[in-house]
C-alpha cells in the first residue's frame, strides 16, 4: 500500500501549502479577476506532458537494452559450457566472470555501488580469459563470443547512458516552476467565476486537487525518468535480469 503513496513527497506538501495558502490571501484582500488560462495550460501541461513521455521512451529502452545485455551473457555462458575441450574448472571459472558482470552491471544501475571503470573491468575478464586458455578456445570460437561481446557491450554503454543522461534539467525546472505559481494565477480566475460571496471551499476544493493532479503527474515523471532505484511502482525490476535468476 505504501507504494501507491510514493509519488507524495515534500514538493506535494509544498503545493499543498500554496494551495491554501493563496485562496486565503485571495479572499482576504478580495482579488478576482478573469483571464483566459489556454495559455496557462500550455505552458504547463505541454512540457509536462512531453517530459513523461520522455522518462517512459528512457524505460522502453532500458527494457530493450537490458534483454539485449542479459541474452548477450547467457549465449556466451552457453557457448563456453558446451565447448568440450574446457575443462569442467575453466568452465566454472568463466562462469564466476560472467555472474560478476551481471552482479556488477545491475549494482551500478541500481545504487551506484560500483562504478562504471569496475564494469568494464570485470568485461575485459572474458577477453583475459580467453587469452590465458587460446590452446583450448578455436579461432572460431573466439570470433563468436567476439561477436556475442558486441552485443554486451553496446547493451551496457547504452544502460549507463540512460544511467547518466536525464530528462534536461532546464525543462524539469520550468515546469515546477510553473507547478508552483499555478494557484496565483488560477484562484482569482476561480473566485471571478464562483464569486467572492460564493462558497469558498469549492475554490479551496478545486484549487488543491488541481495542484495535486499536476504535482503528481511530475512526481511521477520524476519518478520514471530513472527506472533502475526501485522508486516508483513502475520502476525496472532488475532482479529478473540477473544471469542467474
Not at 94 to 113: A, P
Not at 202 to 222: G, K, M, P, R
Request: negative net charge; aromatic residues 12%; proline residues 3%.
Amino acid at each position: 500500500m505504501n507504494q501507491y503513496f510514493s509519488i507524495i513527497n515534500r514538493r506535494t506538501v509544498i503545493t499543498l501549502i500554496i494551495s491554501l495558502s493563496v485562496p486565503y490571501i485571495a479572499y482576504h484582500f478580495g482579488i478576482n479577476y478573469n483571464i483566459d488560462l489556454t495559455l496557462i495550460s500550455i505552458a504547463i501541461i505541454f512540457p509536462l506532458v512531453f517530459a513523461i513521455r520522455g522518462a517512459f521512451r528512457r524505460r522502453e529502452k532500458a527494457l530493450e537494452h537490458l534483454s539485449r545485455f542479459r541474452g548477450a551473457l547467457k549465449i556466451i555462458q552457453y557457448s563456453f559450457s558446451t565447448n568440450t575441450k574446457l575443462p569442467e574448472d575453466k568452465k566454472n571459472e568463466i562462469d564466476g566472470i560472467l555472474i560478476e558482470i551481471s552482479d556488477k552491471v545491475l549494482n551500478y544501475l541500481q545504487n551506484n555501488s560500483v562504478d562504471i571503470q569496475s564494469v568494464d573491468d570485470s568485461m575485459n575478464k572474458v577477453e583475459e580469459f580467453i587469452n590465458r586458455n587460446d590452446e583450448m578456445i578455436s579461432g572460431g570460437f573466439r570470433l563468436k563470443i567476439f561477436g556475442f561481446m558486441r552485443s554486451l557491450h553496446e547493451g551496457v554503454e547504452n544502460l549507463e547512458a540512460i544511467h547518466t543522461h536525464r530528462t534536461p534539467i532546464s525543462l524539469k525546472a520550468y515546469c515546477l516552476i510553473f507547478i508552483y505559481i499555478f494557484p496565483l494565477i488560477y484562484t482569482p480566475t476561480i473566485i471571478d467565476k464562483i464569486g467572492l460571496d460564493g462558497n469558498q471551499y469549492i475554490t479551496y476544493f478545486v484549487v488543491i486537487v488541481s495542484e495535486f493532479i499536476l504535482i503528481s503527474l511530475y512526481n511521477i515523471q520524476d519518478q520514471m525518468e530513472y527506472p533502475f532505484d526501485n522508486d516508483g511502482l513502475d520502476d525496472i525490476k532488475l532482479d529478473n535480469f540477473k544471469i542467474n535468476r
